[in-house]
């Protein structure tokens, strides 16, 4: 395999592994703690460096294992005993761990292969040069190991635990009551992210394994609603985002690791504003719906207003237009869609006017309005300030709620303002 | 030890105007923490430093300069719209603030170290220095730094005095400030404005990664000194100052050693040693707290002992500690010791292996005794409980009861249920006033 092969591997395998558990920290809403928790592990990396003097893995994961435990029970202690906002006992304590890290590190440097360097963002660029020697033999690079084995376990780990992390995550109450201690797999899924951790620091370095944590599970949390396809969309957006950020590295001569959280930086605002319901240009979308549909509705609704004055029945485009009151280019699609159902017909003249159908929807219409307004008047509402709520609410009454409504208001025939109600025609 | 001769020359002017300029940085960021903190914006403060990293080296990239007021400039910008982000991402999609905050301060620390990574493997020569706005480097200061440092760190004290009071409304009774009219958005804005521009001031000494130290450790740490909002600033400003000046005065011990981290952890230690011995919520005080009930309730327990014990025989009023060990249902040890204790204080006297109450321990252990019956007594007529559950709390109140509620609750048994408190006896025992049949005490009550 070339050396960028090994690379790439490094980061996927690295980014899979943190997105796998990363997307339950975002359900449970302790993004902060796993963030604080890949900070304060590095004390207990830089412990184990000086004391096994060598990378060996067994000791960095019994020092992270050892901080991240400290860091989980320290913010939990100062919070409950201590009365500190949950917060700033997170920041105190990750802040003060760090420290004591960055101190060890640099009063040390030198006599051990680890600087700061490596503490910001990682050494995923020499993966290749550090294998592993079994017999005097090679068998690739360490970190792939390594984060094979932390990936297997992370599959092991969600795949075994999948219930009881669902559990425990969306409902503890739940969870507790039908036996499954939320505390039990709190600190367990804690365990399992200083694990992860410690496995990338080597790689992508404290703080921006934080981003391959969270970023991705956030993304994918926009995309869909259903667990195992966050999970999978998680796993594949930490994927992408090392393949991509290994090769925008060598374009902008950065990095390797930055990039990878750059990439991981777009895919979350890509998601933001394309992803289906969630996304803001699907909100927006809906909205410019809705409010054609609601300028299709006053288009009709004031055609058949001044129907009823007898008036004459041919409006001018330009001015059957303007009964929408909206933009004009949404009034034009609101007209379009009238002409398309064979409610309102285009004369040659540019006139417009209402067809049997169109006249009949109208109706409907300005029945559900008026039956409204008499029925907040009913309710004693004052006359003069019914027509507004009814200007609301006259979008959302269908046949059957104009019915019960009907039903519901004293039968008079006419509204607060001595306007006849339509009958509806459904029943003719 | 340490060569603290070469620091203490204080008459140096950089080593003078380094250790004002890390002061100032502690002291600032101790008043702006205390409001952060308290408003629940701690880790705002780190957001934003880690979002202005990116903003140092674009202001590097474009400029070319590495003059304080010029990367300042640019870590400002990038850190405002890191904020605005956060709460863009918060209000507009369901990603929730937590993981709002982490994302954008990982991404934008992401897309900081690619700029500098950039920067150092593209430029040659002049871009040494830009990393020592990571983990900060107080010794890189020059004086011209000192001075903006300065006169930016004297804007925001002067700003703070002059919102003291709307920020106190802000944290404390936002309601309040709205009634009177104020915009609590805009009031919200000008604290996170003031927090920008302290972040900002500290940069360069304490570093991205952990300034948010700077704000949340000494304002937590003066908060458990004190009730009071302006001690608390001042305190706060006070461990800020002396951590940053101390860090500073340290990691020049050993100059490979950045400024940041020594400083976070001289204020951690402040933290813990507040944590510990503040009055009142420090730890030691509270374990002396309750040393002193559980003292307390030994001495009442023991007093107690020995008036049951005299009613008990007919008004002998020496008893052997055995008698006692009996009573208590105490190891002889402990009975031993406390007598021994209660005698320094005059409660008791001890001769050949009797313990006799003196007038003093007498009058208390009566009226302890007093305590427990008559609460017995209220408990049982008022219906709260049945007689044979109120020994327990009775053991709870008899060592809280003070003398005017004892007077109290005195007037309402023999007011309300007749009872003759003077002769008040044990719910449970015989020639006890309370007869449990519901007939008779409905006469009693009547």
């Known amino acids: 395999m070339t050396d960028a092969g090994w690379i790439i591997l490094t980061g996927v395998l690295a980014a899979t592994s943190c997105a796998l558990l990363g997307t339950f920290l975002v359900l449970r809403k302790m993004s902060l703690l796993g963030d604080a928790l890949s900070h304060a592990v590095l004390p207990g990396i830089a412990i184990a460096f000086f004391l096994s003097d060598s990378r060996a893995i067994l000791p960095m994961f019994i020092g992270a294992a050892a901080f991240g435990l400290l860091t989980t029970l320290l913010v939990e202690a100062f919070h409950r005993r201590w009365a500190v906002p949950e917060d700033a006992s997170i920041g105190i304590v990750f802040t003060a761990l760090f420290a004591l890290g960055v101190v060890l590190i640099s009063v040390y440097a030198g006599q051990v292969d680890l600087d700061q360097e490596c503490v910001l963002y990682g050494e995923i660029a020499y993966t290749p040069f550090d294998t592993l020697l079994w017999d005097n033999q090679e068998y690739g690079p360490r970190p792939v190991w390594i984060l094979s084995g932390v990936l297997i376990f992370n599959l092991l780990f969600v795949g075994l635990l999948y219930k009881e992390l669902t559990l425990a995550s969306f409902d503890p109450g739940l969870s507790l009551s039908v036996g499954v201690s939320a505390t039990l797999i709190h600190y367990l899924l804690m365990g399992a992210v200083s694990i992860t951790t410690v496995a990338s620091f080597e790689?992508?370095?404290?703080?921006?394994?934080?981003?391959?944590?969270?970023?991705?599970?956030?993304?994918?949390?926009?995309?869909?609603?259903?667990?195992?396809?966050?999970?999978?969309?998680?796993?594949?957006?930490?994927?992408?985002?090392?393949?991509?950020?290994?090769?925008?590295?060598?374009?902008?001569?950065?990095?390797?690791?930055?990039?990878?959280?750059?990439?991981?930086?777009?895919?979350?605002?890509?998601?933001?504003?394309?992803?289906?319901?969630?996304?803001?240009l699907a909100k927006l979308l809906q909205r410019g719906r809705l409010s054609i549909q609601v300028a299709q509705d006053h288009i009709l609704l004031g055609m058949v207003r001044q129907v009823e004055t007898g008036a004459d029945q041919t409006w001018r485009l330009r001015d059957a237009l303007g009964l929408a009151s909206v933009h004009p280019w949404m009034a034009r699609q609101a007209m379009r869609l009238l002409r398309r159902k064979g409610l309102v017909a285009l004369e040659a003249d540019a006139t417009v006017d209402l067809t049997a159908d169109g006249r009949r929807q109208g109706l409907q219409l300005l029945r559900g309005h008026r039956l409204w307004e008499t029925y907040l008047n009913q309710l004693g509402l004052p006359q003069d300030h019914v027509h507004g709520p009814a200007d609301a609410v006259e979008h959302y009454l269908d046949q059957s709620l104009r019915q019960e409504i009907g039903g519901l208001v004293a039968d008079v025939g006419l509204d607060p303002q001595g306007k006849r109600i339509p009958d509806d025609s459904q029943n003719h | 030890m340490f060569d603290f001769l070469h620091v203490l020359h204080l008459h140096d002017a950089t080593v003078r105007s380094v250790l004002f300029g890390s002061l100032l940085i502690g002291a600032t960021g101790g008043v702006l923490g205390s409001f952060a903190v308290l408003r629940r914006r701690s880790l705002m403060g780190d957001a934003l430093a880690h979002a202005a990293l990116p903003g140092v080296a674009l202001a590097f990239l474009?400029?070319?300069?590495?003059?304080?007021?010029?990367?300042?400039?640019?870590?400002?910008?990038?850190?405002?719209?890191?904020?605005?982000?956060?709460?863009?991402?918060?209000?507009?999609?369901?990603?929730?603030?937590?993981?709002?905050?982490?994302?954008?301060?990982t991404v934008f620390f992401g897309i900081g170290i690619v700029l500098l990574t950039h920067i150092q493997r593209s430029l040659v020569g002049n871009q040494a220095g830009l990393d020592k706005f990571l983990f900060g480097q107080a010794a890189s200061m020059v004086e011209d730094d000192v001075r903006v440092m300065s006169v930016m760190s004297l804007l925001i004290i002067v700003v703070v005095l002059l919102l003291y009071k709307e920020f106190k409304a802000l944290i404390f009774d936002p309601k309040f400030l709205q009634s009177l009219g104020y915009s609590l958005q805009r009031v919200d804005l000008a604290l996170m404005g003031l927090i920008v521009l302290t972040v900002m001031v500290g940069l360069q000494a304490v570093g991205v990664v952990l300034i948010a130290a700077m704000l949340i450790t000494p304002a937590v740490a003066a908060r458990f000194w004190t009730e009071r909002l302006h001690v608390m600033v001042v305190l706060a400003a006070f461990i800020g100052g002396l951590s940053g000046a101390s860090g500073t005065f340290l990691s020049a011990q050993a100059p490979r050693v950045p400024t940041g981290p020594v400083m976070v952890l001289v204020a951690t230690g402040l933290f813990v040693l507040s944590g510990l011995l503040a009055p009142r919520r420090g730890l030691l005080a509270r374990w002396r707290r309750q040393r002193s009930n559980v003292l307390r309730e030994r001495r009442h327990h023991l007093l107690r002992a020995l008036v049951v014990l005299q009613e008990r025989s007919d008004n002998a009023t020496r008893f052997r500690v055995d008698e006692l060990v009996q009573e208590l249902g105490w190891e002889r040890r402990r009975v031993a010791g406390e007598a021994r204790r209660l005698r320094r204080l005059h409660l008791v006297d001890c001769r050949d292996g009797h313990v006799q109450a003196t007038a003093q321990g007498l009058a208390e252990g009566t009226f302890v005794v007093k305590s427990h019956r008559l609460w017995e007594h209220y408990l049982v007529y008022r219906d709260i409980l049945s007689a044979d559950h109120v020994d327990r709390p009775a053991d709870e109140v008899e060592h809280l009861l003070t003398p005017d509620i004892l007077e109290r609750l005195e007037e309402i048994l023999q007011r309300d249920h007749g009872i003759d408190t003077e002769r008040v006896v044990d719910i449970h025992g015989s020639g006890s006033q309370y007869r449990p049949a519901g007939r008779e005490r409905n006469e009693v009550g009547t």
């Open chain 1, 203 to 280: 790689s992508v370095g404290a703080i921006l394994v934080v981003a391959m944590l969270i970023v991705p599970g956030a993304s994918a949390y926009l995309w869909s609603d259903r667990l195992p396809r966050i999970l999978g969309l998680a796993v594949i957006f930490g994927a992408v985002s090392a393949v991509v950020g290994y090769y925008l590295a060598g374009l902008w001569n950065s990095s390797i690791a930055g990039a990878i959280v750059v990439v991981l930086g777009v895919i979350f605002g890509v998601s933001v504003l394309v992803a289906p319901r969630q996304g803001l």
């Open chain 2, 62 to 105: 474009w400029t070319g300069s590495k003059s304080l007021p010029v990367l300042i400039s640019g870590a400002t910008c990038t850190g405002v719209l890191g904020v605005l982000l956060i709460q863009f991402i918060t209000t507009r999609t369901r990603i929730k603030a937590d993981a709002a905050i982490g994302i954008v301060l």
